[in-house]
């Protein structure tokens, strides 16, 4: 299972920290990723990282965002800086992303956070 936290309300230009706890799972393993989705709109994908952690950005959050994991905590983060009014979203971590699919399709992951809001406000 996955344990997503950390959302909640922010001036533009603050920052937050997102957390994503696993359980039962073979963290270590896996390659994970944090997606969102704003109201009305598709699920997005955000950063992905790999089991060996090189990781990849889409390019809105580049220089914004890290992500970070932790394969003794089996936890992931994704710190968020300078955050803009277009981050707002429910942000969603991901795991277990199927060898050779897409890693920014939300189809690709078996396993799912449940979200967490974040609001970005002027």
């Known amino acids: 299972q996955l344990q997503a936290s950390g959302g909640g309300l922010v001036q533009a230009g603050g920052s937050l920290r997102l957390s994503c706890g696993a359980s039962?799972?073979?963290?270590?393993?896996?390659?994970m990723g944090w997606f969102r989705q704003a109201p009305g709109k598709e699920r997005e994908f955000v950063v992905f990282v790999r089991s060996g952690s090189n990781s990849v950005y889409t390019d809105s959050v580049k220089g914004r965002f890290t992500i970070s994991r932790d394969n003794v905590k089996n936890t992931l983060d994704l710190q968020m800086n300078s955050l803009k009014l277009e981050d707002t979203a429910v942000y969603y971590c991901a795991a277990d992303r199927r060898y050779g699919s897409s890693y920014y399709s939300s189809r690709s992951y078996a396993y799912w956070g449940q979200g967490t809001q974040v609001t970005v406000s002027s």
């Open positions: 039962g799972l073979p963290f270590s393993r896996m390659d």
